[in-house]
């Protein structure tokens, strides 16, 4: 038997099923997995590791436009109404701020948010530039 998350957005229903969230829990790859509000309810260990968190730290239920400089937040939530709209959308993203590091060195990645077809759920996928060091492990 297949679970399910269903919650209820703008009046249509989202489903997301818990094999897909495991499928991002265990993917190689940075992913996140972000439903119809934005927020992220799954992540794989590469996103984790490039946030310098433990895969076992829990973003669950953390709103994804806090990973971004309040400055910032206007590009990812652009990007997340393209997606919500079914166009894969992109973002920049300076993980000094999710990391903590100093402002004035910023470490530049692009987001790239793809909808899901039947759901409101989006992939997200960090795209770092090549060359950022331990970064690329």
């Known amino acids: 038997m297949t679970q399910t998350l269903t919650v209820p957005v703008g009046g249509a229903r989202l489903v997301?099923?818990?094999a897909c969230r495991s499928a991002i829990r265990r993917s190689q790859a940075a992913l996140a997995l972000i439903d119809?509000?934005?927020?992220?309810?799954?992540?794989?260990p590469r996103f984790a590791l490039r946030l310098a968190?433990?895969?076992?730290?829990a973003l669950d239920g953390l709103a994804l436009r806090s990973l971004w400089h309040p400055l910032d937040r206007h590009m990812?939530?652009?990007?997340?109404?393209?997606?919500?709209?079914?166009?894969?959308?992109?973002?920049?993203f300076d993980?000094?701020?999710?990391?903590?590091?100093?402002?004035?060195?910023?470490?530049?990645?692009r987001v790239t948010l793809r909808p899901m077809a039947e759901s409101t759920h989006m992939i997200l996928a960090l795209d770092l530039p090549l060359g950022q060091g331990a970064l690329d492990a």
């Open 76 to 92: 990812i939530d652009g990007a997340l109404v393209r997606a919500r709209q079914g166009a894969t959308a992109h973002a920049r």
């Open 53 to 57: 968190l433990d895969a076992n730290d």
């Open 95 to 109: 993980l000094a701020y999710a990391l903590g590091t100093d402002p004035d060195t910023p470490t530049v990645a």
């Open 36 to 44: 119809g509000y934005g927020t992220i309810t799954a992540l794989s």
């Open 16 to 18: 997301a099923t818990a």
